[in-house]
């Protein structure tokens, strides 16, 4: 049968890889909305049970860190750029070894100095104007 020889042969050492959802288990309460109903149901529509919430004992879990710190002076913001734009940018911060954003922030200082405003860097240790 080829290189690998028989079919049980070939089969002795590889392995599957494990089912993401393999080893989990449903609890009672899973299975039993799982389960479709032997029986039709009255035709009076019955309205969805909310959720239940967790017990006031219970902690409700802290949010998990993303590991990066609260940074409420920088606001977040997306540029649209043309494939080719964006990739000289990024030859042109490969070459002086820096990163697009700090070719982006230059432009951003000649365009704030264009209109008479001080450069970004000394407005951000001023705070917010």
Do not use: N, W
């Not at 219970?58 to 734009?85: D, F, I, N």
């Amino acid at each position: 049968m080829g290189l690998g020889g028989s079919k049980d042969e070939g089969d002795q050492g590889v392995s599957k890889r494990p089912s993401v959802i393999g080893g989990l288990k449903l609890s009672d309460d899973d299975q039993a909305r799982t389960v479709a109903p032997a029986e039709p149901e009255a035709a009076t529509p019955v309205p969805e049970a909310l959720p239940v919430a967790a017990p006031a004992s219970t902690p409700a879990p802290a949010p998990k860190a993303s590991g990066r710190r609260a940074r409420p002076e920088v606001v977040h913001t997306s540029v649209y750029l043309p494939r080719e734009v964006h990739r000289r940018l990024r030859e042109i911060a490969f070459t002086r070894d820096v990163k697009v954003h700090d070719v982006i922030m230059e432009g951003i200082d000649a365009a704030l100095q264009k209109h008479g405003h001080p450069p970004a860097a000394s407005l951000k240790t001023k705070g917010e104007i």
